[in-house]
Antibody
């Protein structure tokens, strides 16, 4: 059974850093494209980043230069390193598996809440 | 950058009624890369439709998708109590690579 479990969220001050983790089971992270999507409280879905199976990464303009997506193949885990956090980064962050042949996110984790506030 | 617009913002219907949700793109989208998701409060989004008209695994056949170019539709033929949720359309672009979501349509109980 495919499962994605995020962790690492919490309350952080503006300008701070946080690393999110997404532990996968039922499939191999390194063999798949993986993505992060966030949802601000009461708002819609916003794509954040993607990492290809070959390691190429892409980011939305809103996080480029501040966030870094990566993975640990030995732990079958996806990460999102978030630096220079702003109030507008407050959101639930979901990891998701990508099916690039259809451009879809076919399995999602429940998400972890990041709150940026002083 | 392609912008997706969904209408209506909220759809108030009764169980058993038909729901028709619209997703319009600011420029032509490949049908292969148009998807729909359902999200209930406190839950992760769930993939419903991919490739504009293909149901994902386990999705009941009361859900159907159609459309091409800039206009796409999600239809729920007869609303069940568990179908009251928010629905998002999404497109994938590869220049530069990334995913774009519409703002969502909330289907609530009338």
């Amino acid at each position: 059974e495919v499962q994605l479990v995020e962790s690492g969220g919490g309350l952080i001050q503006p300008g701070g850093s946080l690393r999110l983790s997404c532990a996968a089971s039922g499939f191999t992270v390194s063999s798949n494209y993986m993505s992060w999507v966030r949802q601000a409280p009461g708002k819609g879905l916003e794509w954040v980043s993607v990492i290809y199976s070959g390691g190429t990464t892409y980011y939305s303009d809103s996080v480029k230069g501040r966030f870094t997506i990566s993975r640990d193949n030995s732990k079958n885990t996806l990460y999102l390193q978030m630096n220079s956090l702003r109030a507008e980064d407050t959101a639930v962050y979901h990891c998701a598996r990508v099916r690039i042949s259809w451009g879809i996110l076919d399995f999602w984790g429940q998400g972890t809440l990041v709150t940026v506030s002083s | 950058e392609i912008v997706l617009t969904q209408s209506p913002g909220t759809l108030s219907l009764s169980p058993g009624e038909r729901a028709t949700l619209s997703c319009r793109a600011s420029q032509s989208v490949s049908s292969s890369y148009l998807a729909w998701y359902q999200q209930k409060p406190g839950q992760a989004p769930r993939l419903l439709i991919y490739g504009a008209s293909n149901r994902a695994t386990g999705i009941p056949d009361r859900f159907s998708g159609s459309g091409s170019g800039t206009d796409f539709t999600l239809t729920i033929s007869r609303l069940e109590p568990e179908d009251f949720a928010v629905y998002y359309c999404q497109q994938y672009g590869n220049s530069p690579p990334g995913f774009t979501f519409g703002p969502g349509t909330k289907v609530d109980i009338k």
